[in-house]
Protein backbone atom coordinates (compact mmCIF):
# COMPACT_ATOMS: atom_id res chain seq x y z
CA UNK A 1 0.00 0.00 0.00
CA UNK A 2 1.66 3.45 -0.82
CA UNK A 3 0.93 5.94 1.92
CA UNK A 4 1.08 9.67 1.28
CA UNK A 5 1.50 11.72 4.66
CA UNK A 6 1.05 15.42 4.55
CA UNK A 7 2.10 17.48 7.16
CA UNK A 8 1.09 19.26 9.11
CA UNK A 9 -2.27 17.75 9.99
CA UNK A 10 -3.83 20.97 10.81
CA UNK A 11 -3.28 24.54 9.93
CA UNK A 12 -4.60 27.37 11.82
CA UNK A 13 -3.39 31.03 10.85
CA UNK A 14 -4.04 34.45 10.18
CA UNK A 15 -4.57 36.52 7.07
CA UNK A 16 -1.34 37.47 5.28
CA UNK A 17 0.75 34.81 6.69
CA UNK A 18 2.74 32.35 4.24
CA UNK A 19 2.40 28.39 4.68
CA UNK A 20 3.90 25.80 3.50
CA UNK A 21 2.42 21.77 3.15
CA UNK A 22 4.01 18.90 2.66
CA UNK A 23 3.35 15.68 0.90
CA UNK A 24 5.70 12.77 1.46
CA UNK A 25 5.80 8.70 0.41
CA UNK A 26 8.41 6.32 0.16
CA UNK A 27 7.10 5.47 -3.46
CA UNK A 28 7.68 7.14 -6.90
CA UNK A 29 5.07 7.94 -8.42
CA UNK A 30 3.97 9.32 -12.06
CA UNK A 31 2.35 11.90 -11.21
CA UNK A 32 0.80 14.01 -8.15
CA UNK A 33 -2.10 15.74 -7.88
CA UNK A 34 -3.38 18.39 -5.10
CA UNK A 35 -7.29 19.06 -4.25
CA UNK A 36 -9.20 21.16 -1.92
CA UNK A 37 -12.13 20.28 -0.43
CA UNK A 38 -14.40 23.26 1.18
CA UNK A 39 -16.50 22.13 3.89
CA UNK A 40 -19.73 20.44 2.33
CA UNK A 41 -18.34 20.39 -1.00
CA UNK A 42 -16.39 17.57 -2.94
CA UNK A 43 -12.34 18.21 -3.86
CA UNK A 44 -11.49 20.04 -6.21
CA UNK A 45 -8.51 19.20 -8.34
CA UNK A 46 -6.14 22.47 -8.08
CA UNK A 47 -2.72 20.86 -10.21
CA UNK A 48 -1.51 18.07 -11.50
CA UNK A 49 2.83 17.56 -11.32
CA UNK A 50 4.61 15.42 -13.63
CA UNK A 51 7.84 15.84 -13.79
CA UNK A 52 10.17 15.80 -10.97
CA UNK A 53 11.72 18.71 -9.48
CA UNK A 54 8.96 20.62 -11.29
CA UNK A 55 6.63 23.81 -10.38
CA UNK A 56 3.71 25.20 -10.67
CA UNK A 57 2.01 28.40 -9.73
CA UNK A 58 -1.58 28.95 -9.30
CA UNK A 59 -2.44 32.34 -8.28
CA UNK A 60 -0.77 32.17 -4.45
CA UNK A 61 -0.06 28.77 -4.36
CA UNK A 62 3.17 27.10 -5.93
CA UNK A 63 3.36 23.64 -6.37
CA UNK A 64 6.48 21.46 -6.41
CA UNK A 65 7.21 18.02 -7.15
CA UNK A 66 10.59 16.09 -5.59
CA UNK A 67 12.96 15.85 -7.79
CA UNK A 68 12.84 11.81 -7.51
CA UNK A 69 8.93 11.98 -7.32
CA UNK A 70 8.39 10.42 -4.11
CA UNK A 71 7.36 13.81 -2.42
CA UNK A 72 5.67 17.36 -3.15
CA UNK A 73 5.05 20.84 -1.38
CA UNK A 74 2.36 23.42 -1.55
CA UNK A 75 3.48 26.83 -0.61
CA UNK A 76 0.51 29.65 0.41
CA UNK A 77 1.54 33.38 0.06
CA UNK A 78 -0.05 35.92 1.74
CA UNK A 79 -2.51 33.36 3.28
CA UNK A 80 -7.25 34.67 2.77
CA UNK A 81 -10.06 33.38 4.26
CA UNK A 82 -10.86 31.82 0.77
CA UNK A 83 -7.94 29.23 1.33
CA UNK A 84 -9.65 27.59 4.06
CA UNK A 85 -10.21 23.99 3.58
CA UNK A 86 -8.68 20.85 3.45
CA UNK A 87 -5.53 20.43 1.23
CA UNK A 88 -5.11 16.86 0.10
CA UNK A 89 -2.38 15.06 -1.94
CA UNK A 90 -2.94 12.71 -4.31
CA UNK A 91 -1.43 9.79 -6.30
CA UNK A 92 -1.44 6.96 -9.08
CA UNK A 93 1.12 4.75 -8.28
CA UNK A 94 3.19 3.38 -11.08
CA UNK A 95 0.75 0.53 -12.64
CA UNK A 96 -1.96 0.86 -10.34
CA UNK A 97 -5.47 2.70 -11.72
CA UNK A 98 -6.41 3.78 -7.69
CA UNK A 99 -5.92 7.25 -6.58
CA UNK A 100 -4.35 6.80 -3.41
CA UNK A 101 -4.62 10.71 -1.16
CA UNK A 102 -2.84 11.66 1.47
CA UNK A 103 -3.50 12.09 5.36
CA UNK A 104 -4.77 15.59 4.43
CA UNK A 105 -4.14 19.08 5.94
CA UNK A 106 -7.02 20.96 7.35
CA UNK A 107 -5.82 24.48 7.03
CA UNK A 108 -8.37 27.76 8.70
CA UNK A 109 -7.45 31.11 7.57
CA UNK A 110 -9.17 34.06 10.31
CA UNK A 111 -9.18 37.48 9.90
CA UNK B 1 -22.68 24.13 -14.26
CA UNK B 2 -22.20 21.00 -12.35
CA UNK B 3 -20.63 18.41 -14.04
CA UNK B 4 -21.04 15.70 -11.54
CA UNK B 5 -23.98 15.71 -9.65
CA UNK B 6 -24.96 13.92 -6.68
CA UNK B 7 -28.19 13.58 -5.26
CA UNK B 8 -29.50 13.87 -2.38
CA UNK B 9 -27.11 16.34 -0.85
CA UNK B 10 -28.33 14.53 2.90
CA UNK B 11 -29.62 11.31 3.59
CA UNK B 12 -31.17 10.59 6.56
CA UNK B 13 -32.01 6.76 6.78
CA UNK B 14 -32.73 3.82 9.70
CA UNK B 15 -30.45 1.30 11.29
CA UNK B 16 -30.76 -1.40 8.56
CA UNK B 17 -33.06 0.29 5.96
CA UNK B 18 -31.99 0.12 2.45
CA UNK B 19 -30.37 3.39 0.81
CA UNK B 20 -29.58 4.54 -2.19
CA UNK B 21 -27.19 7.21 -3.61
CA UNK B 22 -26.98 8.36 -6.51
CA UNK B 23 -24.57 9.94 -9.18
CA UNK B 24 -24.95 11.72 -12.65
CA UNK B 25 -22.16 12.88 -14.95
CA UNK B 26 -22.52 15.38 -17.77
CA UNK B 27 -18.67 14.46 -19.22
CA UNK B 28 -19.03 11.39 -20.54
CA UNK B 29 -16.54 9.79 -19.04
CA UNK B 30 -15.73 6.87 -19.13
CA UNK B 31 -14.71 5.77 -15.15
CA UNK B 32 -17.42 6.81 -12.15
CA UNK B 33 -15.85 6.26 -8.82
CA UNK B 34 -17.65 5.81 -5.27
CA UNK B 35 -15.61 7.41 -1.96
CA UNK B 36 -16.65 7.33 1.51
CA UNK B 37 -15.31 10.10 3.59
CA UNK B 38 -15.70 10.55 7.60
CA UNK B 39 -14.79 13.43 9.35
CA UNK B 40 -11.34 15.10 8.49
CA UNK B 41 -10.24 12.02 6.62
CA UNK B 42 -8.78 11.10 3.75
CA UNK B 43 -11.68 10.23 0.87
CA UNK B 44 -11.64 5.74 0.76
CA UNK B 45 -11.95 4.46 -2.36
CA UNK B 46 -14.89 2.02 -2.46
CA UNK B 47 -15.45 0.51 -5.89
CA UNK B 48 -14.85 1.98 -9.66
CA UNK B 49 -16.82 1.09 -12.72
CA UNK B 50 -14.71 1.71 -16.14
CA UNK B 51 -17.13 1.83 -18.57
CA UNK B 52 -19.28 -1.50 -17.39
CA UNK B 53 -16.39 -3.25 -15.44
CA UNK B 54 -17.10 -2.86 -11.92
CA UNK B 55 -13.74 -3.08 -9.87
CA UNK B 56 -14.33 -3.79 -6.23
CA UNK B 57 -11.76 -2.75 -3.78
CA UNK B 58 -10.38 -5.70 -1.78
CA UNK B 59 -11.84 -3.94 1.94
CA UNK B 60 -15.08 -2.86 0.65
CA UNK B 61 -17.77 -4.46 2.82
CA UNK B 62 -20.36 -6.39 1.01
CA UNK B 63 -23.03 -4.06 2.56
CA UNK B 64 -22.00 -1.82 -0.51
CA UNK B 65 -22.38 -2.10 -4.13
CA UNK B 66 -23.04 -0.46 -6.95
CA UNK B 67 -25.16 -0.12 -10.34
CA UNK B 68 -23.97 1.99 -13.52
CA UNK B 69 -26.83 1.07 -16.11
CA UNK B 70 -25.88 3.62 -18.51
CA UNK B 71 -22.44 5.89 -18.71
CA UNK B 72 -24.24 8.61 -17.05
CA UNK B 73 -25.88 7.59 -13.97
CA UNK B 74 -23.78 5.31 -10.95
CA UNK B 75 -25.83 4.34 -8.27
CA UNK B 76 -24.52 3.30 -4.67
CA UNK B 77 -27.13 1.31 -2.70
CA UNK B 78 -26.18 0.33 1.08
CA UNK B 79 -28.03 -2.83 1.93
CA UNK B 80 -28.29 -2.71 5.73
CA UNK B 81 -27.09 0.32 6.63
CA UNK B 82 -24.89 0.54 9.80
CA UNK B 83 -23.73 3.23 12.18
CA UNK B 84 -20.40 3.12 11.68
CA UNK B 85 -21.47 3.70 7.53
CA UNK B 86 -22.61 7.37 8.39
CA UNK B 87 -20.38 9.41 6.06
CA UNK B 88 -19.96 11.82 3.23
CA UNK B 89 -20.26 9.60 -0.15
CA UNK B 90 -18.12 11.50 -2.92
CA UNK B 91 -19.12 10.41 -6.26
CA UNK B 92 -15.89 10.90 -9.18
CA UNK B 93 -15.60 10.69 -12.78
CA UNK B 94 -12.55 10.63 -15.36
CA UNK B 95 -11.81 10.22 -18.98
CA UNK B 96 -9.75 6.94 -18.49
CA UNK B 97 -7.74 5.59 -15.58
CA UNK B 98 -4.72 7.22 -14.39
CA UNK B 99 -6.83 10.75 -15.05
CA UNK B 100 -7.55 13.73 -12.85
CA UNK B 101 -10.89 13.00 -11.03
CA UNK B 102 -13.44 15.18 -10.64
CA UNK B 103 -15.61 15.10 -8.08
CA UNK B 104 -19.57 15.80 -6.85
CA UNK B 105 -20.32 17.71 -3.82
CA UNK B 106 -21.00 14.51 -2.19
CA UNK B 107 -24.00 12.74 0.45
CA UNK B 108 -24.06 13.13 3.68
CA UNK B 109 -25.72 10.22 4.59
CA UNK B 110 -26.39 9.80 8.61
CA UNK B 111 -27.87 6.99 10.46
CA UNK B 112 -30.69 7.30 13.19
Known amino acids: TQLLEQSPQFLSIQEGENLTVYCNSS?????LQWYRQEPGEGPVLLVT?????EVKKLKRLTFQFGDARKDSSLHITAAQPGDTGLYLC???????????FGTGTRLQVTL | DAMVIQNPRYQVTQFGKPVTLSCSQT?????MYWYQQKSSQAPKLLFH???????NEADTPDNFQSRRPNTSFCFLDIRSPGLGDAAMYLC???????????FGDGTRLSIL
Open chain 2, 92 to 102: ATSRDRNRPQH
Open chain 1, 27 to 31: SVFSS
Open chain 1, 49 to 53: VVTGG
Open chain 1, 90 to 100: AAFGGTASKLT
Open chain 2, 27 to 31: LNHNV
Open chain 2, 49 to 55: YYDKDFN
